[in-house]
C-alpha cells in the first residue's frame, strides 16, 4: 500500500518515543506548503496515519517533528525537526523515521 509512515526513536534513551506531534505537508506549485495531515506518535513511537487514507502522490513533501513537546523541560538543541523530501514513484510505500536525542538527529528513507 502507498503512504507515508514515521517511527520516532529516542536513542539517547534507547526506546521509542511516544507523544510526539507530527506534521506532513505538500509543497503547491508556487511553492507554498499545504498541510496534508498530522497526528501523534503512539506508545511504539509510530505514526501510520499521516496522510488519513488519501493517496501519495509525486511531489515534495515536508515533515515536522515538535520535540519541544517531547522533551518537556529537559534541555534540547531541536526544538523541532523538519525534512523534506522528494517522491517520484506514487505507488511506493514512504517510511521517514527520526532517530532523535537532545543534542543529535538522524533519519533515512525506510522501508
Do not use: C
Amino acid at each position: 500500500m502507498n503512504s507515508i509512515t514515521t517511527h520516532v526513536l529516542d536513542t539517547a534513551k534507547g526506546k521509542p518515543a511516544a507523544g510526539v506531534p507530527v506534521l506532513l505537508e505538500f509543497q503547491q506549485t508556487d511553492g507554498a506548503f499545504h498541510e496534508l495531515g498530522r497526528g501523534v506518535t503512539d506508545d511504539d513511537g509510530r505514526l501510520r496515519t499521516l496522510l488519513g487514507g488519501k493517496p501519495v502522490e509525486p511531489g515534495v513533501y515536508r515533515i515536522t517533528f515538535d520535540t519541544t513537546v517531547y522533551f518537556g523541560d529537559a534541555e534540547t538543541f531541536f526544538p523541532w525537526v523538519t525534512f523534506v523530501f522528494r517522491v517520484k514513484d506514487a505507488t511506493s510505500h514512504y517510511h521517514v523515521p527520526l532517530l532523535l536525542a537532545p543534542y543529535g538527529i538522524s533519519t533515512y528513507r525506510g522501508s
